[in-house]
Nanobody, 123 residues
Framework: QVQVVQSGGGLVQAGESLRLSCTAS????????MGWFRQTPGKFREAVSC????????YYTDSVKGRFTISKDNAKSTLYLQMTSLKPEDTAMYYC????????????????WGQGAQVTVGP
C-alpha cells in the first residue's frame, strides 16, 4: 500500500521562507517522479514543481521560478519543497504526489497524494 505523508506548512509573512517535506512508502522512492501541487478554493489543483525519474530534471511553474526549489533525498525517502520570498498569492493548500506524469514542460498528479498542508502568507 502506497502512503504519502506530508509535513510542514503554516503561517508566514511575505518575504519569509518555509519548507515542505513529504515521505513516500510502499513504492520504490529512487527513480520516482514526484511533485508538489497547490490548490485554492474554487480553482483547479496546479503543479508547482516536479522532479523527474532521473532525480535531477525539474519543472517549475512560472510564478515560483527562482523562489522555490524542489529536492529529493533518496536515502531518507523524502521530497522537499523549499519556498523563499513567499508572496500572499502563494497561499494555498499544498499537496505532495508520487508517481506523477512528468516532462520538462508539464507535470500531472495521478493516484498517490499526500494529505495536504496549508500554507498561508500574510501581507
Amino acid at each position: 500500500q502506497v502512503q504519502v505523508v506530508q509535513s510542514g506548512g503554516g503561517l508566514v509573512q511575505a518575504g519569509e521562507s518555509l519548507r515542505l517535506s513529504c515521505t513516500a512508502s510502499g513504492l520504490r522512492f529512487y527513480g520516482q517522479a514526484m511533485g508538489w501541487f497547490r490548490q485554492t478554493p474554487g480553482k483547479f489543483r496546479e503543479a508547482v514543481s516536479c522532479i523527474g525519474r532521473d532525480d535531477s530534471s525539474t519543472y517549475y511553474t512560472d510564478s515560483v521560478k527562482g523562489r522555490f526549489t524542489i529536492s529529493k533525498d533518496n536515502a531518507k525517502s523524502t521530497l522537499y519543497l523549499q519556498m523563499t520570498s513567499l508572496k500572499p498569492e502563494d497561499t494555498a493548500m499544498y499537496y505532495c504526489a508520487a508517481d506523477v506524469y512528468y516532462n520538462e514542460n508539464d507535470c500531472k498528479g495521478r493516484d498517490y497524494w499526500g494529505q495536504g498542508a496549508q500554507v498561508t502568507v500574510g501581507p
